[in-house]
């Protein structure tokens, strides 16, 4: 499965952005999916899982902001997110959880400016 996230840009502090994740090749609607993102000088980290099921977890720092959802039929999962702050610039990407079993795709970028 080889995964594809799109949506990111620049964008002003405060304002919106919805990334889209696809896959191509075999479907990935059996597995719980995440969001992950990562800064310049900073590991990859974990922001938000949907399960199969629709069960949901956000890190901390996105909760409230982030929604994240999945769209079976489409093979693809989403996230929104609102109220961007500078520190939520980087690099996102979409996979199952830690380690990650899909092969990794490129990423998005996502920045957000002051």
């Known amino acids: 499965v080889q995964l594809q996230a799109s949506g990111g840009g620049l964008v002003q502090a405060g304002g919106s952005l919805t990334l889209s994740c696809s896959a191509s090749g075999n479907s990935f609607s059996r597995f719980v999916m995440g969001w992950y993102r990562q800064a310049p000088g900073n590991e990859r980290e974990l922001i938000a899982t949907?399960?199969?099921?629709?069960?949901?977890n956000y890190l901390d720092s996105v909760k409230g902001r982030f929604t994240i959802s999945r769209d079976t039929a489409k093979n693809t999962v989403y996230l929104r997110m609102n109220s961007l702050k500078p520190e939520d610039t980087a690099v996102y990407y979409c996979?199952?959880?830690?380690?990650?079993?899909?092969?990794w795709g490129q990423g998005t970028q996502v920045t957000v400016s002051s």
């Open positions: 996979n199952t959880p830690p380690p990650g079993r899909l092969s």
């Open positions: 949907v399960s199969t099921d629709g069960y949901i």
